[in-house]
């Protein structure tokens, strides 16, 4: 209890359906907490050591006096395959030294992503085939139906249907309720999933689409691959980690221009 620990893991009912799974995103980096009770997954993490692989199994009702049932869980066991990729023992090191050790590991994790990254794009589209076109700021784009009119300017209101996904196909966002339902992830209730409304250039998007979008027009559908500089950057967000690329699959349903207010001359 108390070391620091970075670990990829799996968690599945005792009849292999999948709860989570870090590898779709990144690796929980913590503190090894106190067991929340007897025989819980932190109890079994005590006889693991950096390297080690194992696999856990803890039983649903205890589990579940502390924790959210899984809606529509079934079974004894929750089952938790780990992989303790790294620990950083807390032992007798001043608070200062310890938080010093993290910071150095964590900050070179992150540079070792941001060094992976250019290759990472690299390898997936030449490996997926993709005829991309490649801006001065590296978003990669193709457009797959051309629209019509004038490309879409900074100011305008646009209309768009859209998906998000990470390079191992998993689907992270999308307004399309059929896609969240055909990619398997849970359907919020409380979002009304339509076509969302966006101004270019406010500052809720994320500079990939801003600049993305100003290749479009009504009409248009694309596929953009979104360097993590110009999406979540070194921090990420939810599942996406640092450094992470991302792809997007937009359709301009419709574009609102934004009105020009003349500026009377000046009077002398």
Same mark, same amino acid.
């Given at each position: 209890m108390g070391n620091f620990i970075n670990v990829s893991a799996v968690g599945k009912t005792d009849n292999d359906s999948v709860l989570f799974n870090t590898y779709d995103s990144h690796p929980i980096l913590s503190m090894v907490p106190k067991s929340q009770f007897k025989g819980d997954v932190f109890t079994g993490m005590e006889y693991l050591s950096e390297g080690d692989s194992a696999t856990i199994k803890v039983l649903a009702d205890s589990a579940f006096k502390v924790q959210t049932r899984p809606k529509g869980f079934k079974g004894r066991y929750l089952v938790y395959d780990v992989k303790v990729n790294k620990v950083i023992a807390k032992g007798q090191l001043p608070d200062s030294v310890f938080q010093s050790k993290i910071k150095a590991y964590v900050d070179g994790e992150g540079e070792r992503l941001k060094a992976e990254e250019p290759v990472l794009i690299s390898r997936f589209i030449s490996g997926n085939n993709l005829k991309l076109t490649r801006t001065a700021d590296s978003l990669y784009y193709v457009i797959n139906k051309p629209g019509a009119g004038a490309n879409i300017s900074p100011g305008d209101t646009v209309v768009i249907n859209y998906t998000g996904k990470l390079f191992n196909g998993k689907v992270f966002d999308s307004s399309i309720k059929e896609e969240?339902?055909?990619?398997?992830?849970?359907? !919020?209730?409380?979002?009304?999933?339509?076509?969302?409304?966006?101004?270019?250039? !406010?500052?809720?998007?994320?500079?990939?689409?801003?600049?993305?979008?100003?290749?479009?027009?009504?009409?248009?559908?694309?596929?953009?691959?979104?360097?993590?500089?110009?999406?979540?950057?070194?921090?990420?967000?939810?599942?996406?980690?640092?450094?992470?690329?991302?792809?997007?699959?937009?359709?301009?349903? !419709?574009?609102?221009?934004?009105?020009?207010?003349?500026?009377?001359?000046?009077?002398?």
């Open positions: 969240v339902i055909r990619s398997k992830m849970p359907v !919020d209730p409380t979002r009304q999933y339509m076509p969302a409304r966006i101004v270019v250039g !406010d500052k809720l998007i994320i500079p990939g689409w801003y600049e993305g979008l100003q290749l479009l027009n009504k009409g248009a559908s694309a596929t953009f691959i979104v360097p993590s500089n110009l999406a979540y950057g070194k921090n990420g967000i939810s599942i996406i980690a640092p450094y992470t690329p991302i792809i997007f699959e937009i359709t301009v349903i !419709d574009v609102h221009r934004m009105v020009k207010i003349p500026i009377p001359p000046a009077t002398k």
